[in-house]
């Protein structure tokens, strides 16, 4: 599962060829989730500050992020997105 971005220790990842809808996996120390890229919606237990930034990460690189779930998709190499400074 290849890494998109890192940030603040935590990991922003997206299986190629995943299920739908559109979404990518965040995991911190043991905590994973899993958060709908167009719906926001969060599946899983999380920190609720690592929470929040995971959900401003989204809403800031959105585009991005619909862009590499196409590209996961087609089996294309998935290039980074900047964290959170």
Do not use: K, N
Not at 5 to 23: A, C, E, K, N, V
Not at 62 to 78: Q, V
């Amino acid at each position: 599962m290849p890494v998109l971005s890192r940030f603040l220790g935590i990991s922003i990842r997206m299986y190629y060829r995943d299920h739908t809808p559109p979404h990518f996996h965040a995991i911190y120390g043991e905590h994973e989730i899993t958060v709908g890229i167009v719906t926001g919606v969060v599946e899983g237990r999380f920190p609720v500050r690592a929470l929040r930034m995971v959900l401003e990460w989204r809403d800031l690189r959105r585009d991005e992020l619909i862009t590499r779930w196409a590209d996961a998709r087609a089996g294309d190499p998935l290039q980074p997105i900047p964290g959170l400074e």
